[in-house]
């Protein structure tokens, strides 16, 4: 499939494609720091490393998961793609012996949205978290064992956020023991539902619970949907593909509707380990009203966990092509565009947020544990903040993230627009991550919400126990009232100066939420800007703290990694107020004077990265199979990868199959469509 | 092909989506102005919109410009049609014996960029203006017949904005009166071409000329490459297309590479109007060096004129999807999600934005009008102004029209994500105008380069002879000491203090350039970032002061269009200020109290626009046929369009013809991937 590089001899040699490979060791060569320990410590050991790689081998070896048509298919072809990935993936699963965490691996590793993705990351936690043991017997073995495969019902046609308006009903009828399930009307129909246009056999349905006429709110109810047998679906159901995603992305997922008119189900197949109704049709509550909301909340930490890697990766491609890349004579010989800073001022910012995201949800993650640990007997204390937290945190970090990809695709001048560069799928696969699971803008009113009960909290004799991650709410009157003390460039660096600037933002506006919402008695649903700008504010509250925290477990840790980890934590808070300038003066707490040292500041710490911009990303680890990208692989040979690139691309230069046309052939579309416009009759229009 | 409506019966009908259309009714029918009036404004009379409509009821209702299978598409299917399309484009000129003018419009309502779209905008209009007559006689009438198509090929593998280095070489060659082209190596081949990679018979070649062995920079030549009777290139040029671009998107245009190897053309192929070669290779000057960039200086123009559309159009479909979306109760009844403030202030914006720049670049174009004439006789004075401020409003309204259609795609939750939304294929179309014909980023240093030029001479004796889009500066030194004077929030509405502020922003930021450069002696290249953001600053100055006349020409043309224009120049200004809020208060001449008050007076303004949302997308007027859009279409019936749209794509609901599949067939992929992979045997892995 791959075009010979003997193809190219024809052309004569290019300095330029010849400096590419020389060009990248350069810039590697100038590393301040230890590559390897770096990656080592991103991935939690060198044996993760190893083992990722073992499994990398395995994948990208197996035809099936070939990249190099991936951009020619149709949307029949990609939903084939998707549907023989899935098999395949099992097939390997089984062969290989793989446990759930090697799955997740491959699964990363393979890089689409699969139509099985949803029920591995979703649906087995959701069966081992919210069944009875009675329920778990049932399902679990042939959900783990891939004999049935589950989807996630809860968003309807007309309404995605606000689980209290799904129109979808599970009515108890008492007199077979059954629950009745009903759209109600094409606009209640599920849509949008990963897996579940063409290979669920089951789903997860988020449905109103109506027991004698009594609406009890969304519940979760385990409803085979196709016949085991046929994978037909069953009598009752209609269910179908949504259609083509934008972007040309994502398309192999199937996402899909189903429309249930009076179709029943046993009552034991309500998810009854928090919620139950019992055979009498009496409603037990569960400890937590939002208990049910588990499965946002885990999708929520994993979106946005996903986000500091996304833009890893985004970084890779950029840094390593504009280290190649050369325009603009220099004293003669073109430089390597990396070296201009309105490059690399670009650039380098989005290794800082990777880095910062990382560590910002990885602390999450924990706080998400231990949440978990919680429930496991009751314990629903660390809800409402761990709520509040991925909301922040996935609303935040996926629109960085998403934001920075299409950005450094931009950077990169007009290759970044082929379709080989990688982005363009990136973009268009990463960023359903800013609407699904929460739109990114109204979550934040969870965030604001939680910040506005705190604020109440600091101010009354409850100070002592608020939540870690707000507790800086307690100070808000010395934060509000405290200039920023800055005489100089490098007082910008100082921890306490970056901490006060960063909380005082955040709790002033909070303050002004307050005032808005208390004093002047403006409606809530009139606040959502100001919910999203607090929470934006919190969420540079929590990331500093978190990659604060890392900073210091580095210097334990692997003291030599501690510089530039450092000096990438700096160049994150000063590019953030800087993107976020207006935030930070329109209180007045910032002088004229203080914003030029910013910019002063932040131009030194730069140049100080530059030299390591090359090794940062190398330490990010991508294999060359993952990135995908002419521009980006590890070698630099940009020019050579795009050649290659465009002479297997059919139908005008090769076959399908790869294999060049020959020069001599009729050229594509020539009898059909260019003959008979170059050589049609004299025009005979009527106004001629 | 289209789904009939009765597919939907065995479905229960929908009170939401039967408010659809009487939700919209009624939002539509809160505009306080004419919006037929507003419409007739906007496309210089009724007249040509009902030429328009003429020329959209043939396009339309022509099976080949069908859009209902465009998503299903493989890129060999994406190219044939856009082959398809550009010959039947070209039949219906002939037929409906339509002249430019029309083919033009044509072109805009099939709204993809084919690959004959660089020969009707571009090429034609080179001919003209590059030829001496005798090479128009040689050429023009072909062209406009289309016997001949070109494409214009100036950037290379490894070579995008910097002309001077182009490896691509035309040398003259005495004894046979000829010009060798020769790409000189592969990174020298030209690249990114659209219509070079099938169905261009000739290109406008930029190489170097070379003469006597000395290199005279960049020219144009007119070379024949593929052969008018079999359509093959001809020896000595390797032509292919460059493979599939990002998003999915214009891969129907064929983007295409060509490799020239002592490739020979005579010596009257050099576009001569303005330099030529004797036949004994003496070189003849042009008037002005830069009168060969006259191609990418009229692209340039058309983008920056594209941009106010562009925005206009996601406009349209945003707020009227958003007019009939009804989420979150208030007060029992869910509300059409436009009422909500977060939603109407991130989409009013782009209203405005999209009129500011239809303005700003009207004036564009009546400059660069002024600019041909005087180039006619040889009156060179305006290209430096025209440069200027075409590279200024291209950067600044490509950049704010991409943002917007995304911006605006991200604020309608899931369906935003949908094919069927229109988003997707409207975004990455559009953004290749970002990096196309001049880096939005790197060309803003010919503005900074002019607006230096234009400072130099404000503190000079040439005061009174400035260029009017930056006169301006000769107040510099009042402007950059004078404080920002409003005190109430209705103050922020003043021309004076709206005039005042913007152009004090951009006056400081040319100080803070020439200050950077002529007395910290920093050079050029690290002051890229300095550039852009003057050029922004620089470009608001040129929108507001456009929109300022227009306002004006409005009021004297059809006072009852004044209030709303009146209304979106302030909310433009508001929005402005607030987005680039940084930049407006660095320098300490606006308090935190007139922040405040912007705030009060933009949100204001919103709720007084908020009733003419749906008619002011109204009156941009762009048939249901160009939106294609199942959000966004004139009837609102959003709901209904979103089934139709799933029901009719395959392979799942229906083939390939819109047949909607049986409920009782095999599903798709059952046998080959579905089945082996749940019915695969147990597994006998090495672990287990």
Redesign the interface.
């Known amino acids: 499939m791959s075009i010979d590089r003997k193809a ?1 001899p ?8 010849d400096n590419n490979a020389r060009d990248i060791a350069a810039a590697r060569a100038q590393a301040t720091f230890s590559v390897e320990r770096l990656a080592n410590y991103l991935y939690g050991g060198k044996q993760r490393r190893l083992h990722r790689d073992r499994i990398l081998r395995i994948v990208e070896k197996d035809p099936v998961f070939s990249k190099s048509t991936r ?7 990609q ?2 793609a998707g ?2 990935q ?2 395949r993936l ?2 390997l ?7 759930e965490a090697e799955f997740s691996q491959a699964l990363t590793l393979v890089d689409d949205f699969l139509p099985i993705t949803l029920h591995h990351i979703l649906i087995k936690p959701l069966l081992r978290t919210q069944c009875t043991p009675k329920q778990q017997s049932r399902w679990l073995k042939d959900a783990e ?5 589950g989807c996630y019902a809860q ?1 309807e ?6 689980l209290s ?1 799904l129109e979808t009903t599970a009515t108890y009828i008492r007199e077979t023991d059954e629950f009745e399930i009903n ?7 599920k ?2 539902i990963g897996g579940l ?3 669920a ?1 089951h789903t997860i349905l988020q449905a109103r619970l109506i027991l004698g006429g009594k609406d009890y709110g969304a519940h979760m109810f385990m409803v085979p949907i ?1 016949s ?1 047998d ?4 069953f009598p009752g159901i ?1 269910i ?10 994502t398309n192999s997922t ?1 996402n ?2 189903a ?1 249930f ?1 009076g179709y029943r189900i046993p009552r034991d197949n309500m998810l009854a380990k928090f919620a139950h109704v019992s055979k009498d049709g009496v409603y037990v509550s569960p400890p937590h009203a939002k208990v049910g909301y588990a499965g946002m909340l885990l999708l929520r930490v994993s979106l946005a966990r996903d986000a500091g890697w996304a833009l890893a990766r985004a970084a890779t491609i950029a840094i390593r092509y504009s280290a190649v ?6 004293a003669g010989e ?1 430089v390597p565009v990396l070296q ?3 490059v690399y ?1 670009r650039l380098l910012p989005f290794v800082a947020q990777a880095h910062v995201m990382l560590a910002g949800t990885d602390a999450l993650a924990e706080l998400f544990s231990q949440l978990n640990a919680g429930l496991a007997t009751n314990d629903v204390s660390l809800l409402p903040e761990a709520h509040a937290t991925s909301c922040c945190l996935k609303s935040l970090c996926t629109k960085t993230a998403a934001d920075g990809i ?1 950005e450094a ?3 990169l ?2 290759h ?6 990688g ?3 990136m ?2 696969h990463y ?2 991550s ?3 699971e929460g ?4 979550i934040t009113q969870q965030t604001a919400r939680f910040l506005l009960k705190v604020l109440q909290q600091a101010n009354s004799a409850e100070k002592r126990s608020l939540p870690a991650s707000a507790a800086y709410l307690a100070h808000v009157k010395t934060l509000t009232t405290t200039k920023c003390t800055v005489e100089r460039p490098e007082d910008w660096l100082c921890m306490n100066v970056q901490e006060q600037v960063l909380t005082r933002r955040a709790a002033r506006l909070a303050v002004e939420l307050a005032t808005a919402l208390l004093q002047e008695r403006k409606p809530w ?5 100001e919910c ?1 700008r607090l929470s934006v504010a919190h969420g540079h509250v929590l990331l500093a703290s978190a990659m604060r925290h890392r900073v210091e477990e580095i210097m334990q840790a692997d003291s030599v990694l501690y510089p530039v980890m450092k000096r990438l934590s700096e160049l994150w808070f000063l590019h953030t107020v ?1 993107t ?9 707490s910032i ?2 004077h203080q ?1 030029q040292m910013l910019r002063a500041q932040l131009s030194t710490t730069l140049s100080a990265l530059l030299p390591d911009a090359v090794g940062l990303v190398d330490a990010f680890d991508f294999p060359d199979y993952v990135l995908d990208s002419t521009l980006g692989r590890s070698d630099g040979r940009a ?1 050579e990868n ?2 290659e ?9 090769s076959d ?1 199959n790869g294999n060049l046309r020959s ?2 052939a ?5 009898e ?7 050589k ?1 009759p004299a ?6």
């Open positions: 190219l024809q052309l004569r040699p290019s300095v330029t494609a951009y020619y298919r149709s949307l029949e072809e939903i084939a549907l023989a899935s098999r099992v097939e699963r089984d062969q290989h012996g793989w446990n064992d891939w004999r049935i495969i968003t046609l007309a309404h995605g956020s606000d308006k759209s109600n009307s094409f606009t209640g129909s849509w949008w246009g063409e290979i056999t196709r085991l046929t994978h037909k679906p209609t179908g593909n949504i259609g083509p995603k934008a972007f040309g992305a199937n899909g509707f429309y008119d890349r050369r325009q603009f004579a220099s073109e201009y800073p309105n001022r299409e695709r931009r950077a001048g007009g970044g627009y082929s379709a080989g560069s982005y363009g799928a973009y268009g960023v359903a800013n609407t699904v739109d990114n803008f109204l649903q009139a606040l959502n800007t999203w800087e976020h300038l207006g935030d930070f003066l329109e209180d007045g002088a004229p914003v020019y795009l050649w690139n465009a002479l297997r691309a059919p139908p005008i230069n399908r020069l001599d009729t050229p594509f579309g020539y059909e469509y260019i003959r008979p416009l170059l049609r025009r005979t229009g009527a106004k001629l």
